[in-house]
């Protein structure tokens, strides 16, 4: 049941995301984002490949493990991709992009859908459960669907799907700090969140003088590093609500620091 809900949900965002892009232009695929200058085609590209990891590592797990081991070796000689030569098929340019990664998603989303959410499968990095591939799968759909919407400056309605995304901010506090080689400055702060809907979330205990409570959307902002925590209407109180909202990171990889105030968005 959870893995139906999930997999609903991810299904979801990116079918709003693929009529979201469905409808520009040929030049705005290659106008540069604010996410790192990368295009809306580079974003495409990142997110088809992210899909396609997923879905070889649940379909044919050895050669997943081989595939990572020759990337891993390529990149050690120096070597950069951004992995679309390991795709079954060529890369395709601009709405055809868009057409290739739109099926490959749904067979994605097929294949989570009757997945047991408890199952392990191989990724870069330590092994996960089937709903954490898919949660960090409805993520990253959901952030990089943001570049593009700030690239043309046009206001997305959002859901309550987003709360996949606060639960993932949320149980990566640990995480943002040991990416960085740093000790967490205390326990987990309260984190109290409004939801698209008016619903009240929260996690961890109460705790009134270690908080981040406000729009949920605003969290999962900053958890995904869209926007600046100043730039949101989120209020963090004590030092190590703080210390976390300043570097938060709910995504895999090198630390990455969060966008200058202003550079993303505005505070509402």
Request: aromatic share 8%; glycine share 8%.
């Amino acid at each position: 049941m959870v893995m139906i809900e999930l997999a609903s949900d991810l299904r979801e965002e990116g079918n709003e995301l693929y009529a979201f892009l469905s409808s520009l232009s040929a030049e705005d695929w290659r106008r540069p984002t604010p996410f790192k200058s990368w295009t809306t085609q580079d974003i495409m590209q990142h997110l088809i490949v992210g899909d396609w990891f997923n879905t070889l590592s649940m379909t044919e797990p050895d050669r997943f493990v081989e595939l990572m081991q020759r990337r891993t070796t390529a990149r050690a000689a120096g070597a950069k991709s951004s992995g679309v030569e390991y795709l079954d098929e060529p890369i395709a340019q601009g709405r055809d992009l868009l057409s290739q990664w739109h099926g490959r998603f749904n067979h994605l989303c097929d294949l989570f859908n009757a997945a047991d959410a408890k199952t392990r499968m191989k990724w870069v990095g330590p092994d996960m459960s089937i709903r954490s591939a898919a949660t960090a799968r409805l993520m990253e759909t959901w952030a990089h669907g943001q570049d593009v919407y700030d690239l043309v400056q046009v206001d997305r309605g959002a859901t309550d799907r987003i709360r996949h995304i606060a639960v993932l901010g949320v149980n990566t506090y640990g995480w943002t700090f040991q990416n960085r080689n740093m000790q967490a400055p205390g326990p987990a702060p309260c984190v109290q969140l409004v939801a698209p809907s008016g619903a009240q979330w929260r996690w961890n205990e109460t705790n009134d003088k270690s908080k981040v409570s406000g729009p949920a959307l605003d969290f999962c902002h900053v958890v995904t590093q869209g926007r600046h925590v100043e730039e949101t209407s989120l209020e963090v109180t004590g030092d190590t609500a703080v210390k976390w909202m300043a570097i938060a990171q709910c995504f895999a990889g090198p630390a990455e620091d969060p966008p200058t105030p202003g550079l993303r968005g505005s505070k509402r």
